[in-house]
């Protein structure tokens, strides 16, 4: 059974631009979170979608946003990117909401400049 | 609000000794407690967890972990570390009713002496 894909793995953006992340979950895997990891925060929840609807949502500004597909498939989009969004971000799918066992993709790293 | 905190950031063992990573965690109903590692450049992945039931859980890698209730405590140890156990690990809670997100801990980075 193929892993959680993350697409693309590495981006590079300039500050004011707009990004849009993709994750593809476990097959049969209903349940997409999203987290941004920063050396300095750590590991920090951004939404969770289950049979795309927005479950939960951290505490982010309205810059960053995300939606799921019929299909589980989930994408997080930042709009007028600073530098501060440089960071780490992770997809993790389950089969059922959180809190359950989280399986997670490689991440995408984002470099804003 | 739900917290979780790893009071080391680094620990540093030699190879074959025991280990052990403290978790301590806030919450006033029953948790759900998580002990996840990450490899350099890689995503997460979970070691064991904690729902219900027996509080010493067995997870990969020889990995096990206590929850210990009077202590709010989730502490993951391992009797021998091997080298390719150099990771960070991080230890998460999520509220057991199941309406609400999982918070992670700051990790922990574990370092091996040959």
């Known amino acids: 059974k193929a892993g959680v894909t993350q697409t693309p793995r590495y981006l590079i953006k300039t500050r004011g631009q707009q990004v849009t992340l993709s994750c593809s979950p476990i097959?049969?895997?209903?349940?997409v979170s999203w987290y941004q990891q920063t050396p300095g925060q750590g590991l920090q929840f951004l939404f969770e979608?289950?049979?795309?609807?927005?479950?939960n949502k951290g505490n982010f500004p309205g810059r960053f946003s995300g939606r799921q597909f019929s299909n589980s498939r989930s994408e997080m989009n930042v709009s007028t990117l600073e530098l501060g969004d440089s960071a780490l971000y992770l997809c993790?799918?389950?089969?059922?909401?959180?809190?359950?066992?989280?399986?997670f993709g490689p991440g995408t790293r984002l470099t804003v400049l | 609000a739900q917290s979780v905190t790893q009071p080391d950031i680094h620990i540093t063992v030699s190879e074959g000794a025991s280990l052990e990573l403290r978790c301590n965690y806030s919450?006033?109903?029953?948790?759900?407690l998580f002990w996840y590692v990450q490899s350099p450049g890689q995503g997460l992945q979970l070691l064991l967890k904690y729902f219900s039931g027996d509080t010493l859980v067995q997870g990969i890698k020889g990995f096990e972990a206590e929850f210990k209730r009077s202590q709010s405590s989730f502490n993951l140890r391992k009797p021998s570390v091997h080298w390719s156990d150099a990771a960070e690990y991080f230890c998460?809670?999520?509220?057991?009713?199941?309406?609400?997100?999982?918070?992670f801990g700051k990790g922990t980075r574990l370092h091996i002496l040959p």
């Open positions: 919450y006033g109903a029953t948790p759900y």
């Open positions: 998460a809670v999520g509220a057991g009713n199941r309406d609400d997100k999982i918070i």
């Open positions: 979608y289950f049979s795309e609807t927005q479950r």
């Open positions: 097959s049969g895997h209903r349940s």
């Open positions: 993790a799918s389950s089969l059922v909401p959180s809190p359950n066992e989280q399986f």
